[in-house]
């Protein structure tokens, strides 16, 4: 679905955590803030520092705070501007994975900052 951006829009981790299938992962605190964006967890593992993880890719594990990816996984967030055109691939615990046709960027932009445009016919 393409989106218009009606909210610009900087991500704050510069590093962002990118996993692989399988890897291990040290599972901290879950999101809580006033966005209702559910069901994110801070993970760290021992090659990053952290970055947040949709909670419906983690397998737990059996000691306390251990648990492993289900799937590929990037924490990139999209740098985006009031105006910019996007396309949205994915729609996960109120974020969307995106591609900026124009530059062939990705990464994830707050659901709340995209408006979507009709198809064309």
Known sequence: MQYLVTT????EYP???VLKQGD???VG???QGPENWDNWIYCSTDEHAGGWVPEQIIERLPDPGAGRALQDYSALEMNVDKGDLVQGEKILNGWCWCLRPQDGALGWVPL???????ADN
Request: net charge positive.
């Open 8 to 11: 610009p829009h900087r991500s």
């Open 15 to 17: 590093n962002p955590l």
């Open 24 to 26: 291990f992962l040290k």
């Open 29 to 31: 605190e879950r999101y």
């Open 112 to 118: 709340s900052h995209l408006s979507p445009l009709p």
